[in-house]
T-cell receptor, first 114, second 111 residues
Framework: EPEVTQTPSHQVTQMGQEVILRCVPISNHLYFYWYRQILGQKVEFLVS????????KSEIFDDQFSVERPDGSNFTLKIRSTKLEDSAMYFC????????????FGPGTRLTVL | RKEVEQDPGPFNVPEGATVAFNCTYS??????FFWYRQDCRKEPKLLMS???SGNEDGRFTAQLNRASQYISLLIRDSKLSDSATYLCVVSLYSGNTPLVFGKGTRLSVIA
């Protein structure tokens, strides 16, 4: 069964450093998303991406964040200058162009900012 | 006002029990509705979409009441493997749009 994959599974970084989180969405899916979940809190939407551009973003997704689809398979989330409060699980998700909006999530990257 | 509200639980039930979870959402324009389950420190996994007419998948039954802005999930004949956090999820528009998650209801099924 096709699935979303993410690397790394755990990233530890120093405050102020740049991190890149990587995702490989399901191959026939056209819509890609990043969500985050701070420990003990709910899952929150960050950004959605379609046709090589951002289609929607939340208030959390400020100028420190960017997304890119550098090739035909990868989808990345970059945080330019990490803050302590960026520590969270970051989930990538994808959905096909069926209108059902059924989104399938990757296993997540646990980001720890020290 | 929270967009999606759920009873946080935990619900502790014996194997074989029937358990029901409820959820309310604040935006009457919401178009799509889902239940996801999340195991500890894992990703949300789609359990089922929720349709206006209600739908069933094996031991799981989901209901939607648009007038009351209320969604429910019923689990019959609970298994130990059903132990997880159940997330009520809505999206505001039809099509491929952001999901809005509730905080989840934790279920523990006990032998």
């Amino acid at each position: 069964e096709p699935e979303v994959t993410q690397t790394p599974s755990h990233q530890v970084t120093q405050m102020g450093q740049e991190v890149i989180l990587r995702c490989v969405p399901i191959s026939n899916h056209l819509y890609f998303y990043w969500y985050r979940q701070i420990l003990g809190q709910k899952v929150e939407f960050l950004v959605s991406f379609y046709n090589n551009e951002i289609s929607e973003k939340s208030e959390i997704f400020d100028d420190q964040f960017s997304v890119e689809r550098p090739d035909g398979s990868n989808f990345t989330l970059k945080i330019r200058s990490t803050k302590l409060e960026d520590s969270a699980m970051y989930f990538c998700a994808s959905s096909e162009d069926s209108g059902s909006n059924e989104q399938f999530f990757g296993p997540g990257t646990r980001l720890t900012v020290l | 006002r929270k967009e999606v509200e759920q009873d946080p639980g935990p619900f502790n039930v014996p194997e074989g029990a029937t358990v029901a979870f409820n959820c309310t959402y604040s935006n009457s324009a919401s178009q799509s509705f889902f239940w996801y389950r999340q195991d500890c420190r894992k990703e949300p996994k789609l359990l089922m979409s929720v349709y206006s007419s209600g739908n069933e998948d094996g031991r799981f039954t989901a209901q939607l009441n648009r007038a009351s802005q209320y969604i429910s999930l019923l689990i019959r004949d609970s298994k130990l493997s059903d132990s997880a956090t159940y997330l009520c999820v809505v999206s505001l528009y039809s099509g491929n749009t952001p999901l809005v998650f509730g905080k989840g209801t934790r279920l523990s099924v006990i032998a």
